[in-house]
């Protein structure tokens, strides 16, 4: 794991408020070569979005079309991409990234890509199954090619960043988990190696465990911190004090 990593997760952990940590995500970003950085939310009413809401670099103009002027119930991203935690890559010139897309998401996308964002990673953190769903998108202007090498390099990262970042919004005022510890010493440590970016094949061979074995203790460790993702279970061990980097 990055030393820049370590360093945006250790101030992550003492930040006071929501404010903050978009200001701190967003500067991790753009530390990574991602120009731009929004945080979207919203609920679902029926098949539409309601109450959209945006915390973004992108111009005041934009945030206000979003949350006051129905732009925001046309974002393909909270509409396509939050029925499932996957992170993906959102090209804005073109449908590709959503084939479901009509006319209407088209001119969302011709919105986003005026402010710059031209390809992005969106990251789901919450599906829209929930009440308030969204997630995060780190954007870039940057051609295809040099954009490639920019999500071979930081994706990873960013995924993590981004569901740490919601995690610590979300657990603002609620205090520690405090109590004794979940997670057996075999977790935790399968944890603090995905988190170093090793798969599963690798983790096995530095712990002298077969690959199911390792499997296994991860899919505990995330039952016990009741997350839906590797990423979830990561962000909420660091969090909880069940983890150290």
Known sequence: MSSNFSEFVDRLTSLPDTDAIWHHTAQFAQNNGYGGCSLVLGEMSGQQVSNPRITSSFSAEFQHAYSKEGLGQIDPFLLFSCANLTAKKIVTKDLSSFPKANREHKLFLEHAAENGAINNLGIPVRTSDNEVFGGWIFSSNEPAEQYGKLDQDHATQMHLAAVLAYERMMAIGLGSM????????????????????????????????????????????????????????????????????
């Open 178 to 245: 405090g109590g004794n510890k979940l997670l057996s010493e075999r977790e935790s440590e399968c944890l603090i190696w995905l988190c170093s970016g090793l798969r599963v094949s690798m983790i096995a061979d530095r712990l002298l465990l077969s690959e199911s074995a390792v499997r296994l203790y991860i899919t505990n460790a995330r039952h016990k911190l009741g997350a839906r993702t590797r990423e979830q279970a990561i962000a909420r061990a660091i969090l909880s004090g069940e983890i150290n980097l």
